[in-house]
């Protein structure tokens, strides 16, 4: 259970995030049903790929922005007492003078949402009021609501009025407000017998076309008086109550859009599914049902308030990407479809989101790339345009594949409007390709390795080989004019062009992705080889050109320890404890220093890790591998030199930092390293970046926490030749148990006790499973055995 017990107006819109319940399809923010949209609450409703395009002006210039939609407001309810000996009371809502008693629990297990209030008036009347909120998720395109109204000390009617609300906007964001909200258009509304309600209504640009039907029904059974605006539809109803007479609402909704497969009218089928649905009692134990076959394949067990945040995480990240994204054409949204943060855009967050679902649920992580690779034509297009070759993948995707990144920004201390250039952030491609080759890897899907995912993978190769410039005094190449992790730094102080040169992470992963092309090129079968060398015009003489790439791409170095771009030893060092005592949070310290006419282009300061991301993403037998085949040295004391000198220097404004530095640690068996990861941990449910969890969960981070435990403190990677397992000893957590999917073998138990780990493979398929220990040592586990193992 997850449960907020008093009613704190300024934290409302955080509970409705933390809150939300969904299905994979669609999500519906955790709000108050009685409140519309205004300064506490913010109703909200996404579906999964539907974007809308608009222009705004700002700052006398015209800009484009592609937002994921809120859509119409299914839940809204109106209620009022109408007592047998007086006048008819005020509307109730939590902001009430009348509230007494406010509790909401969000009860992970059954993915069940329940809000209880008790209202009381000077004359000691009282109304309790309970909602239970569901968002199937066995029937994707259905959710339901059910309200149970009490009273005590009174007897007369409540007047319910049931909303279906038409004319919402994107509003949840402060700093976009002043943008173009309003997505929605040609409004139609009406009522079918039965006490149906319907509404549809199409976005702007491209004109996807949805349709709500919401089918009411009342306890005990009552007329409605139906009114349509055009833009929404109102059922009311008077329900007779008293003390031991209860009465309820059911609402139960249907949602479909010309986004569904196979393509059909949008409300024929939510008319159709609407008469499918059974009463709420059978939805719900349906809904329950299919929540409990997921914990069952993707639950992950540890004792204590670390284990109850982060099944929280796990409840979120499963409502977000469900076994039913495997059927939809959609990417991992940054900040989940909890709300309007970051527009619903699709970043690099799936580099912490697929190492899961590779091990839980490889149907959606497969889903998830194909989303990438239907995107292809569009990054080769950016490539073209850039003047480059292969493919070049944008920082924030949506829809169609092509770059959505902002232009402007506003830093909302200063109030002033700001270039954004962070869409020179060219190393998502690396990422892209690095889950491609990972999924594979886990999954031993070769299928789509040798397909798919080879032409994912090969075109990132091939634009890194033609951005990288040979510089002949260095007698190395170069990759110039770009933006690394850390974000802040968009330019050298005082340049007039925007980038900076030889980002550390950016040319190291490249690097990878070169070394990995000619693996895959190695291994491909002749035949498709062959057949991809001809699609994608490949010669001898480029593939030798990737070989010379990736040994000779530049890496800076300064004080022996690697910089995180070429010059960064050469910024200012910034008073850290003076800001702190001024500022208190310099999480953002971007936005102070802007504020204050100065700019952090000027200082060895990072918002988040940076050239630390690659401790994230290899291990430091490999982190030297890599370095040695680029003709670096990289032992263990200079990496070590290297953590120690970027982590002094980073503000944390990103909820991904913490998770970074705690994993990087504990790989280390740091001191701070429980610090950083309980920091992670916190990130969303004590909101530490400063209200930004209630725009939107941040779903990279809580997928991070996830894959902390199961891959971090175990060591585990699964890899052609086994399970290979290599714990680190975290005292904050030192046992936990998770289940499996590894190359075929569906339910393999991993538990984590002190000093000792165990694997156990189920007795079907008949196959065993090697398991892999530093050293190389290598054990045998048999179908329908356990096994230590003490590293």
């Known amino acids: 259970m997850w449960r907020y017990d008093r009613y704190e107006p300024e934290r409302e819109q955080l509970v409705e995030a933390l809150c939300t319940l969904g299905n994979g399809r669609f999500a519906t923010r955790g709000s108050a049903p009685e409140c519309p949209a205004g300064a506490a609450h913010y109703p909200g409703t996404y579906l999964a790929g539907c974007y809308d395009r608009r222009t705004s002006a700002v700052a006398g210039e015209r800009v484009e922005n592609e937002d994921l939609v809120n859509l119409p407001n299914w839940t809204l309810l109106r209620y009022r007492c109408l007592p047998d000996d007086g006048p008819p009371g005020d509307w109730l809502t939590p902001d009430s003078e009348q509230l007494r008693h406010y509790d909401v629990q969000l009860d992970l297990h059954g993915g069940v949402l329940t809000r209880s209030m008790l209202f009381r008036d000077a004359r000691g009347r009282g109304l309790r009021v309970g909602h239970t909120r569901i968002v199937h998720m066995g029937d994707a395109h259905l959710a339901a609501q059910r309200t149970t109204f009490r009273a005590y000390g009174w007897s007369g009617a409540v007047e319910v009025a049931c909303v279906l609300d038409g004319a919402v906007t994107n509003a949840g964001v402060e700093r976009y407000r002043h943008l173009e909200k309003r997505h929605l258009t040609r409004h139609r509304t009406g009522f079918d017998p039965g006490g149906v309600a319907w509404l549809t209504c199409r976005t702007t640009d491209p004109g996807i076309r949805i349709a709500l039907a919401v089918r009411t029904a009342t306890h005990p059974v009552r007329p409605a008086w139906e009114a349509a605006t055009g833009v929404d539809t109102v059922q009311t109803y008077h329900l007779p109550i008293g003390p031991g007479r209860a009465a309820s609402v059911v609402k139960t909704l249907a949602l479909r859009t010309s986004l569904d497969r196979p393509a059909d009218d949008p409300l024929a089928a939510a008319r159709d599914d609407l008469a499918r649905a059974p009463a709420f009692p059978r939805l719900l134990s349906a809904h329950q049902a299919a929540w ?97 070759t292969g493919a070049m993948y944008p920082w924030q995707s949506a829809s169609s594949g092509r770059e959505e990144t902002q232009e402007l920004h506003l830093n909302p201390r200063s109030g002033r409007w700001l270039p954004d ?5 060219r190393h998502v491609g690396s990422a892209v390709a690095y889950n491609v080759w990972r999924y594979a890897q886990t999954t031993g899907d070769l299928g789509f390795l040798h397909s798919a995912g080879a032409e994912i993978l090969l075109e990132v190769a091939r634009h890194w080989a033609g951005t990288a410039a040979f510089d002949p005094e260095l007698e190395r190449y170069r990759i110039r004019g770009v933006v690394g992790p850390d974000e802040y730094h968009d330019a050298y102080p005082d340049a007039t062009t925007p980038g900076i040169d030889d980002n550390a992470y950016t040319n190291v992963t490249a690097a990878w992705v070169l070394a990995r092309g000619l693996d ?167 909101d530490v970046q400063g209200g930004t969890t209630g725009e939107g969960i941040h779903l990279g981070a809580m997928a991070g926490t996830v894959d902390l435990v199961e891959r971090g403190i175990t060591g585990l990677e699964a890899g052609r030749d086994g399970l290979r397992v290599d714990p680190v000893a975290l005292a904050a957590m030192p046992r936990f148990a998770f289940t499996i999917c590894f190359r075929g073998h569906r339910g393999v138990r991993v538990r984590m006790l002190p000093g000792r780990l165990s694997v156990r493979v189920p007795a079907s398929p008949r196959t065993p499973l090697v398991v892999v220990l530093p050293g190389d040592r290598r054990y045998t586990v048999r179908p329908g055995e356990e096994r230590w193992f003490r590293p």
């Open 292 to 388: 409990r076959r997921l914990w069952e394949q993707g639950g992950l067990d540890v004792p204590g308030e670390a284990g109850r945040i982060l099944r929280l995480h796990l409840f979120h990240l499963l409502q977000t990407l469900s076994p039913h994204t495997a059927d939809l054409d959609v990417g991992v949204p940054a900040r989940g479809l909890h709300g309007e943060a970051y527009r619903g855009h699709v970043f690099w967050d799936e580099l912490f989101v697929l190492p899961y679902f590779s091990l839980h649920f490889p149907e959606v992580a497969r889903s998830l790339l194909m989303y990438r690779h239907r995107r292809l034509p569009a990054a080769r297009e950016a490539a073209r345009r850039a003047g480059a």
């Open 421 to 425: 250039f962070s869409r020179l952030q």
């Open 520 to 686: 895959l090129l190695a291994e491909l079968p002749g035949a498709r080889r062959r057949e991809l060398g001809e699609r994608l015009s490949l010669d001898d003489g480029e593939i030798d050109r990737w070989e010379d790439v990736s040994r000779r791409l530049h890496v800076p170095f300064h004080h022996g320890v690697v910089s995180q771009f070429e010059g960064y030893g050469n910024l200012a060092e910034l008073d850290w404890e003076a800001y702190r005592a001024r500022y208190g949070d310099i999480r953002r310290l971007d936005r102070i220093l802007e504020a204050e006419g100065d700019t952090v282009n000027r200082y060895q300061a990072s918002k988040q890790a940076d050239t630390l991301m690659l401790g994230h993403l290899f291990r430091p037998a490999e982190l030297s591998a890599l370095f040695t085949r680029l003709g670096y040295a990289l032992d263990d004391e200079a990496w070590r030199a290297t953590v120690a000198y970027h982590l002094s220097r980073t503000s944390h404004g990103s909820t991904l930092s913490s998770l970074v530095h705690g994993w990087i640690l504990a790989r280390q068996q740091g001191a701070d390293a429980w610090r950083y990861c309980e920091e992670a941990l916190l990130a969303d449910v004590a």
